[in-house]
């Protein structure tokens, strides 16, 4: 069961999955054409934060695991795509959700993930160590 701060952190993520996946099928469907890789890495962030937001929900150690390495994958994906969005913007005529790290969403997008980290990080270390699994 999610509850203190974990709770604001699914809120987040289901907002923003909410809006990664209405802004891809809008995109995708109207305006594929114009930037095809721009739109279906929007369609990549709406499926991580979809996820996300399910491991979250679901709770549980493999749950966690899977939203950690997602967190991380995320993260990685708005680096890379949010620094080539600045080193070379000719590449996206289109945004996209990570675009500049997120700027059009506020640098939510960049913030989620080091946050989600550092929860899930932390919920787990506070857990009684009978609970925790070995390893």
Known sequence: ??????VLLVW???VMSVGAVSRSVYEILVRFDTAPLAHSLSAVAAVVYAFITYTLVRGGDRARRAALVCCAAELAGVLIVGTWTVVEPSAFPDSTVW?????????IPVLLPV????WLRRARDQRPKAERPEG
Do not use: H
């Open 1 to 6: 069961m999610v509850a203190g701060p974990g």
């Open 12 to 14: 987040l993520y289901g």
């Open 99 to 107: 675009s500049a790290y997120g700027m059009g969403y506020v640098f």
């Open 115 to 118: 946050t989600g980290m550092l």
